[in-house]
């Protein structure tokens, strides 16, 4: 059964670029534009793990994740943080409320990122 | 030590004024004694007339009292006087005798003492003589012959008696038949008459006289006891005589003193008033001004026709020209100093403020009234944390100029400076000290903004770049290996590589600006730094290899020191990842050796390569912010150069590499520099930090162990 992953993030650019690598490793991904949306489909569809941005314009990344482990419903899906902000203070307070882990984008490739996600999804099994 | 000339001449006055005094009390002392020997030798030759007069006087008494007691015809008037013939011996021989013998009174008494008959002078009392027949016979019990004085209702009398024996008894050895008296009463009369014998005045005291008299008064004094019948003084005669050759001298010697204060003490007061006027006042004056340097005392000095109005006139102009130049001189330096916007603070070496300059009130007090008054200990409150107080002192103690950093100061921030004031540049003796303080509020604002621009733009510049970069990485694995384009194939890997290269200087920036505002935190903890270089060997080993490059790892033989230092391990590694790829990038064949030197509290990484070196010229660059932008600031025509090599920088550009190193290793305690490096035959760096176990070595602190580190 294929892996469902969610990835919240603003930047079109940024979402259909993970959306081809994802594809092309056979994962079944979820894309949200819109973090209000994101929580939504994070409750509906309820994935095996998600990937969320920080900077995103309405709600960020951080009040998103404190939402996501409130909720009875998501608060067991492992959430990686995948930004291009390198701050080390917000870093670690996600690591506070619960993210997996922290992962700036420009030092991955979509390739590496994919890995990460597989490396994660095979410890939650 | 000067002894200022006033003080000279009241030492000469006051020395005159003694020598006069001892001169004077010496001739005193000297006439006084000679008035006394005068005195003594007047008093001898007074005693020696007195004694030769009263014996004269007393001869008569003595003889009628001896030869009338040996008359047989006394015996018998004693038993018998009231018979006729006694009578008319009494009558004929006593009454005469007081005539003969010149006495005043003559008394005879019988053998049971019992006065028998008594006879006076004329202007004399034929008194009784109040003498009881006790006092008769005890006047006589040891000897035959009496001489005494008594004080009776006719004054004071001096009496001779004798016991009365037949003329067969000249020895007085029978009973006595009676007793004979004659008497003299001394009277104004009779003292004057000795008076004039004497050529003195005679009176009777009824003690001796206290003290001797005064010698001044000329009266020479002799005092002779009068003896009673117990032998006792009764009365004294004082014999009072004039000798005016001892008054004189008296008079003389008064005169003398009277002459010394109205004469010499008003002269040496009048040469005092002299020297003060006309030399020491003139001499104060001069050198008061030469000391304060002030004309305005010599104006009237100048104005006198003597030498030292002379010399008042020359010293007068050359002070007044003088200040003219040094007045102008002081408010050129002034202004300019309340002209500059760099706050200006001056101090004395005893630290008291002497000057604060407009910028300066401007920029600590918001308040630019110059009559404010300012104290060192309100300045050093006002700047807190930087510690001012302490700072002066020690400026002015090691003769140091000391940054003190920034301070905010309500909405300001204030930068601040001491520097101690010498004459000679770095040298004792110190004069004061200066403190700068500098606005910086705005430099720092303009700062804040562009390193924060700087970090927004680099974020928003990522993001873009990620995707280009993502996008030509999956080209590269999922679309190129199925193409058979050759240029296509080349230009996605070109898109790729340089997105790369792109994103690493984005992060170069984002780094530097991110440890310029001090917004990298470091956690040190305990890393073993053996194993880290061994993992970085394991991971970069191959990567080397394919560039025909060999990568070691050794430790220094013999090193017993510790391996395990105080670092934050994603930063030491950030470090030497870029000391290794610079090194790879830089070295085309041989090797690139990390060797670890442990020590006791530090361990040392050098990093060494076989590769191109460094030119020594370009070595003070290396660790610089932008190494190629400065390279053209310091030399105009320099061809601008993006030659990595140049740099020694593996973003090809931003040259930031070893200053990112240089500041992450700082940040986490530790140091990296240049060990060597010459062209053509490689490179050495090296870090140092501290081991875990080592006690904290403050930066800068002079009581700390020494160390590499500091």
């Given at each position: 059964m294929a892996k469902k992953v969610l990835l919240i993030d603003d930047d079109p650019l940024i979402v259909r670029m993970y959306e081809r690598i994802f594809s092309f490793a056979n994962i079944d991904i979820k894309t949200s534009l819109m973090p209000t949306d994101g929580l939504a489909q994070a409750s509906a569809i309820k994935p095996d793990l998600i990937l969320l941005d920080i900077m995103?314009?309405?709600?960020?990344g951080l009040e998103v994740l404190r939402r996501l482990k409130g909720d009875d419903v998501t608060k067991a899906i492992p959430v990686i943080i995948l930004t291009n902000l390198s701050d080390e203070a917000r870093s670690k307070e996600a690591i506070k409320l619960g993210a997996a882990s922290v992962m700036v984008k420009s030092d991955f490739s979509p390739k590496q990122v994919v890995e990460k996600v597989q490396a994660a999804l095979g410890t939650t099994k | 030590m000067v002894i200022k000339t006033q003080y000279r001449v009241i030492i000469l006055m006051l020395t005159l004024l003694a020598v006069a005094a001892g001169g004077l009390y010496l001739l005193s002392a000297n006439q006084k004694q000679h008035a006394q020997v005068l005195y003594q030798e007047i008093a001898d030759e007074n005693q020696r007339l007195f004694a030769a007069v009263y014996r004269l006087d007393g001869d008569p008494q003595a003889t009628i009292t001896s030869d009338y007691t040996y008359w047989d015809d006394m015996v018998t008037f004693t038993k018998n006087p009231s018979t006729v013939a006694n009578q008319k011996f009494a009558h004929e021989n006593l009454d005469t005798a007081l005539s003969t013998y010149s006495v005043d009174n003559i008394w005879v008494f019988n053998a049971?003492?019992?006065?028998?008959y008594k006879v006076a002078s004329s202007g004399h009392a034929n008194i009784d003589?109040?003498?009881?027949t006790q006092q008769i016979q005890a006047a006589f019990a040891k000897k035959p012959l009496a001489h005494f004085f008594i004080h009776t209702s006719q004054g004071l009398v001096e009496l001779r008696g004798a016991t009365i024996h037949p003329s067969n008894d000249p020895g007085r050895?029978?009973?006595?038949?009676g007793y004979f008296f004659v008497g003299r009463v001394y009277d104004l009369a009779f003292r004057q008459s000795l008076g004039s014998d004497l050529k003195s005045q005679v009176d009777l005291a009824?003690?001796?006289?206290m003290h001797l008299p005064d010698p001044s008064t000329g009266t020479v004094i002799l005092s002779q006891a009068l003896a009673g019948l117990d032998g006792q003084p009764v009365s004294y005669l004082q014999v009072s005589s004039d000798a005016p050759s001892i008054r004189e001298i008296y008079q003389l010697s008064n005169q003398l003193l009277r002459n010394f204060v109205v004469i010499v003490v008003p002269a040496l007061l009048l040469l005092f008033w002299f020297l003060t006027g006309f030399v020491t006042q003139p001499l104060n004056i001069i050198s008061g001004t030469l000391k304060t340097?002030?004309?305005?005392?010599?104006d009237e000095l100048e104005?006198?026709?003597?030498e030292f109005g002379q010399i008042a006139a020359l010293l007068g102009d050359y002070f007044r020209q003088n200040r003219i130049q040094l007045s102008d001189a002081h408010a050129r330096l002034r202004a300019s100093i309340n002209s500059i916007n760099i706050g200006f603070i001056m101090t004395d070496v005893n630290r008291n403020v002497t000057m604060v300059n407009d910028a300066a009130r401007r920029i600590?007090?918001?308040?630019?009234?110059?009559s404010r008054e300012v104290t060192l200990a309100e300045l050093n409150q006002l700047l807190g944390k930087l510690q001012l107080d302490r700072t002066v002192t020690n400026s002015m103690t090691t003769i140091a100029s000391h940054s003190l950093g920034e301070v905010q100061l309500g909405d300001k921030f204030v930068r601040a400076f001491v520097a101690p004031v010498t004459e000679v540049a770095g040298?004792?003796?110190?004069l004061g000290c200066i403190i700068l303080v500098e606005d910086v509020t705005l430099e720092r604002s303009l700062k804040r903004a562009r390193d924060e621009f700087f970090s927004i733009a680099s974020h928003e510049l990522r993001t873009p770049l990620t995707v280009i970069m993502g996008n030509a990485a999956m080209i590269n694995e999922e679309i190129v290996p199925k193409v058979k384009d050759d240029t296509l194939k080349g230009m996605t890997k070109d898109i790729f590589d340089s997105s790369q290269r792109l994103i690493q200087m984005v992060n170069d920036f984002l780094d530097t600006s991110r440890l310029e505002q001090g917004k990298i935190k470091f956690e040190l903890e305990t890393v073993d730094v053996a194993k880290l270089l061994q993992d970085l060997v394991k991971q970069y080993g191959h990567m080397a290899e394919e560039q025909g490059i060999q990568l070691k790892y050794e430790v220094v033989s013999?090193?017993?020191?510790?391996?395990?230092v105080k670092a934050d391990v994603a930063k030491l590694q950030q470090v030497l990842i870029n000391l290794l790829s610079n090194a790879v990038t830089f070295t085309h064949k041989g090797s690139i050796t990390m060797r670890l030197d442990p020590h006791a509290d530090y361990a040392r990484i050098f990093v060494t390569d076989t590769g191109e070196g460094i030119p020594e010229a370009r070595h003070h660059l290396?660790?610089?912010?932008?190494q190629q932008a400065e390279e053209n600031i310091l030399s105009r025509n320099a061809t601008r150069t993006l030659d990595p090599g140049a740099a020694r920088?593996?973003?090809?550009?931003?040259?930031l590499g070893l200053y990112i190193s240089k500041m992450l290793m700082e940040g986490m305690g530790g140091l990296i520099r240049l060990e060597s490096s010459e062209v053509g035959k490689g490179t050495t760096f090296s870090i140092t930090l501290p081991v875990a176990t080592s006690v904290k070595i403050k930066k800068g602190d002079p009581n700390g162990k020494k160390s590499p580190l500091n």
């Open positions: 995103m314009p309405d709600m960020d | 049971s003492a019992k006065q028998i003589l109040p003498l009881s050895t029978t009973p006595e038949q009824p003690t001796a006289p340097h002030d004309p305005e005392p010599l104005k006198k026709h003597t600590l007090f918001n308040d630019i009234r110059r040298k004792a003796p110190v013999g090193g017993n020191g510790s391996t395990k290396l660790f610089k912010k932008f920088d593996t973003t090809h550009g931003t040259g």
